[in-house]
């Protein structure tokens, strides 16, 4: 049993492998992998929404297409990005069942492409990373350093998203103090 464990492990880890978009965050490098990635654009002041969740940081118009914008650092739960000179939007296309959905996403800087080999990626932390387990797909390997490789699909997951800008926009019961216990 043990061994179609590892076996079914090592399967996953071969799949990961492919060229992985490097970005800075926080000052921290981050990988994304190449095939959801449309295109990367200098930074634009997204139009505020009401009534969505911290991370989401408004829309854009790229070409004609509303574009929704995600703040990378504000979904892993730190503060929000400081816009400086080489911020940029990365596109991204996510497939959600049979549909596709592009959004942008905030990031301090893109540094490089690199290819990482099967041999070159372990299997995610299941603590310590600083961010939810699901979220990492894996931990590449480069110059004796680990980098996070991100499961961009769960980090912009449109099902826990959309649900979290219902639980945003339900009003807020006068005189409550808060969820009973």
């Known amino acids: 049993m043990e061994m179609l464990a590892a076996q079914e492990s090592s399967t996953s880890l071969r799949s990961w492998a492919g060229q992985y978009l490097i970005v800075q965050l926080q000052g921290e490098a981050f990988g994304l992998e190449i095939s959801g990635v449309r295109e990367i654009i200098a930074y634009i002041v997204p139009t505020l929404i009401p ?102 699909d769960k980090v912009l997951s449109m099902e826990e998203m959309s649900a979290l800008s219902v639980i945003a926009a339900k009003p807020v019961e006068s005189g409550s103090a808060g969820p009973e216990v």
């Not at 991370?55 to 790229?62: A, H, P, S, Y």
């Not at 942008?104 to 041999?119: I, P, Q, T």
């Open 51 to 152: 009534m969505m969740p911290d991370f989401v940081v408004g829309v854009i118009n790229l070409r004609g297409q509303v574009v929704p914008v995600i703040d990378m650092a504000r979904r892993f739960g730190r503060p929000a990005t400081q816009i400086h000179k080489r911020s940029c939007i990365i596109i991204i296309d996510l497939q959600d069942g049979h549909s596709r959905q592009r959004l942008g996403v905030v990031v301090d800087a893109v540094n490089e492409v690199l290819e990482f080999g099967a041999e070159q990626i372990e299997a995610a932390p299941q603590f310590g990373a600083g961010l939810r387990t699901e979220f990492i797909r894996g931990m590449g390997k480069i110059n004796g350093t680990f980098m996070i490789l991100l499961e961009i």
